[in-house]
């Protein structure tokens, strides 16, 4: 069995926070050993979130192997930043989606309407509202790039009259 998706985390002000977080790390160990679960320290990462310029510094160790820090990292599904920014997030999403997109354009292009519009709803939108009450936000970038996905569906999904000919494959 593995433990996915754990997370633990606590406010660091000072030196002593770092020790407290690290015996939190360390009592991991006993609730490793009553759910018969273990913690693999190499896919484990250390992330801080501030806005300081001068954060304080600790290095955490989980069977005695010291975690990678890093400056992003992905906790469900969400793309985290240690500067408290989604542009990250926003842009995979959104790249993402504009896959999902024009998958469904190549695979359900001579659908009717509606038949798209469901595909793109099913398929496509949730990947743009997956955890936006968590980065829904005013930033005009963002909103441009998740409009631009939605622009460019809404045209696919609206679309009428498609056109099919058929033309003779010609050899020589």
Same mark, same amino acid.
């Given at each position: 069995?593995?433990?996915?998706?754990?997370?633990?985390?606590?406010?660091?002000?000072? %030196?002593? =926070?770092?020790?407290?977080?690290?015996?939190?790390? =360390?009592?991991? !160990?006993?609730? %490793? &050993? /009553?759910?018969?679960? %273990?913690?693999?320290?190499?896919?484990?990462?250390?992330?801080?979130?501030?806005?300081?310029?001068?954060?304080?510094?600790?290095?955490?160790?989980?069977?005695? &192997?010291?975690?990678?820090?890093?400056?992003? +990292?992905?906790?469900?599904?969400?793309?985290?930043?240690?500067?408290?920014?989604?542009? =990250? =997030?926003?842009?995979?999403?959104?790249? /993402?989606?504009?896959?999902?997109?024009?998958?469904?354009?190549?695979?359900?292009?001579?659908?009717?309407?509606?038949?798209? /519009?469901?595909?793109?709803?099913?398929?496509?939108?949730? &990947?743009? %509202?997956?955890?936006?009450?968590?980065?829904?936000?005013?930033?005009?970038?963002?909103?441009?790039?998740?409009? +631009?996905? &939605? !622009?460019?569906?809404?045209?696919?999904?609206?679309?009428?009259?498609?056109?099919?000919?058929?033309?003779?494959?010609?050899?020589?």
């Amino acid at each position: 069995m593995f433990a996915d998706d754990c997370l633990l985390y606590r406010e660091i002000r000072d %030196e002593h =926070d770092t020790r407290i977080l690290q015996a939190d790390l =360390d009592s991991l !160990r006993r609730w %490793e &050993q /009553k759910w018969s679960m %273990e913690f693999n320290p190499s896919k484990c990462k250390a992330i801080t979130f501030t806005k300081k310029t001068k954060p304080v510094k600790g290095e955490y160790k989980l069977h005695n &192997q010291v975690l990678t820090t890093v400056t992003s +990292a992905k906790y469900l599904r969400v793309h985290l930043n240690n500067k408290r920014s989604w542009n =990250d =997030d926003v842009d995979i999403t959104t790249k /993402k989606a504009s896959k999902t997109l024009n998958f469904v354009r190549r695979n359900f292009s001579t659908c009717p309407s509606h038949i798209r /519009k469901q595909c793109y709803k099913t398929l496509g939108r949730p &990947q743009l %509202e997956y955890a936006s009450t968590v980065w829904d936000n005013n930033v005009k970038r963002n909103i441009d790039n998740i409009d +631009a996905v &939605q !622009r460019r569906a809404a045209r696919f999904t609206s679309r009428t009259g498609v056109h099919l000919v058929s033309l003779p494959c010609c050899r020589s």
